[in-house]
């Protein structure tokens, strides 16, 4: 089987992460897959240092006809058995090189963010009815690509995005490591959130639940864990100066990391405030990892996280209920331990990666047959 990949994407987030970490897992199953990246993107950085075959276009806008010409020529040569989008808007280069070519190769796209835009005219009717399978990463994505586009329920599946619990195992992973280096001594308590510094994440309920705690209890620390996107600089900036003002000197920005497990090991309570998540890889990861959670309760989270079992959720957007929230887990460890060992349980049921690229070969496959 051979499969080509795309995710023409500038930023790099849990979308362009989990992409890749897709690919390394097919790699390792002997599937051939060979990748088209944004020329000098992350993704085109990354995938590189993975040694991954690429293939780096330029691609402006939605409609570019000389990139969907110069993809036509990759596939008709690379002899592909299907091809796995991993954003809508790759369809609008992918589908025309596919018509050029005449070529009948199953076409999957996997939805990993919601649209608020509906896409059932004539143009998006012509681009979705060329793809063969869709993959909704969580039940609201399915929901909204029935919403939203023309594709039928027979077309969506739902594919969850996955966790490697061979490295994120509490067992293997020091986190004293990480506590060290931040100066976090044995009776502080570490909060942590692991997101990029763009709007919506909740870094600002986050950094009030920081000063409302910090008052009122002396053994607190706080690390937010994450870079800004490309052309958020400011809002970076503005997140840090909230702190700053509050004279929060317990926070620690680490800005991006490349040893997440080690992170993770090192809190005592993950916080995942985000105002509306697609999915949450950060808080699966989290959960391998036995940490106790406080959640937004919306959108995708709601597919992971279980209401006082694994994680206390609050109101989206409610910097009040978040801390009330937090303070919960901070005056009790028995808690936090029985919801840490609840989260690793649940991971292991429903997002061990090895368990979703199985799911995942297995639809390629059914695919594959349906053409013959």
Known sequence: MKILYSCLSKSW???????????????????????????????????????????PVKAAGYVNPLISIKLASIINHGSFDLI???????????????????????????????????????IHNFIYSRVTKAFAISSVIEKNLIETTSLTNDKIEVVFNGVDTKKFDPAKVDGNIVRKE????????????????SPGKGHEEFIYAADVLSKKYSNLKFIIVGEASRGEDKYAESV???????????????GFRNDTPNLLAALDIFVFPSHAEAFGLALIEAMAMGKPSVCSG????????????????????????????????????????????????????????????G????????LLKSKV
Request: glycine share 4%; with cysteine.
């Open 13 to 55: 987030g849990g979308m362009e992460m989990i992409t890749l970490i897709f690919i390394k897992q097919l790699l390792k199953k002997n599937i051939k897959v060979e990748f088209l990246c944004l020329k000098e993107s992350r993704m085109h950085i990354e995938a590189n240092n993975l040694g991954i075959i690429l293939h």
């Open 298 to 357: 919306s959108d995708g989270i709601l597919d992971i996280a279980v209401e006082g079992e694994t994680s206390f959720l609050f109101k989206v957007k409610d910097a009040v209920d978040l801390t009330d929230k937090i303070e919960l887990m901070i005056i009790d460890p028995g808690k936090r331990k029985i919801f840490g060992d609840n989260a690793i349980k649940r991971v292991k049921e429903k997002f061990e990666l090895d368990v979703i690229t």
């Open 240 to 254: 840090k100066t909230l702190a700053a003002d509050k004279n929060l000197n317990n926070i620690i920005f680490t």
């Open 182 to 197: 931040f100066d976090v001594s044995d009776n502080e308590i570490l909060i942590g959130m692991l997101a990029r510094l």
């Open 359 to 366: 799911q995942t070969i297995k639809i390629y496959s059914q």
């Open 84 to 122: 796995h989008a991993q954003a809508s808007k790759d369809l609008w280069v992918i589908v025309p090189a596919l018509k050029i070519l005449s070529s009948k190769i199953p076409l999957i796209l996997t939805k990993h963010v919601g649209s608020f835009i509906v896409k059932k005219d004539w």
